[in-house]
């Protein structure tokens, strides 16, 4: 008897406005399967809000899709003149911003701990 193969997560997104800002609290796996959905959360944040914030704690995996989703949000960010902050990045995930550089590109003008990097 075949077994069933275990499900991939998902992506899982929950907005929480606050006075300053919209918090996105991202859950599962950034990758190829699951970046339109994190796009189009996000993207139409950038409209009614000065800073929107990713908070990636519950994120298990990031690929280079989903890095590049990151990246595209940011540039649709400062387009809208609003701002897009990582926080809550595990080890690997500051190691890969670390290793890409993107982590210096997306804090260029800000302060670097607001994407929690190293």
């Known amino acids: 008897m075949a ?16 006075p300053t800002e919209i918090i996105v609290h991202c859950t599962g796996k950034i990758t190829s399967n699951t970046t339109q959905s994190l796009k189009a959360t996000v993207k139409p944040l950038f409209s009614g809000s000065k800073t929107v914030v990713l908070d990636l704690t ?15 949000l940011y540039v649709s960010a400062k387009t809208a003149k609003s701002q897009l902050k990582l926080i809550n990045l595990n080890q690997r995930l500051k190691e890969l911003f670390s290793i890409t550089r993107l982590g210096q590109f997306m804090a260029e003008g800000r302060d670097p701990n607001d994407l929690g990097l190293p």
């Open 3 to 18: 077994t069933n193969p275990v499900p991939v997560s998902e992506l899982g997104l929950i907005t929480d406005n606050t």
């Open 58 to 72: 519950n994120v298990n995996y990031l690929d280079s899709s989903g890095l590049g989703a990151i990246v595209g």
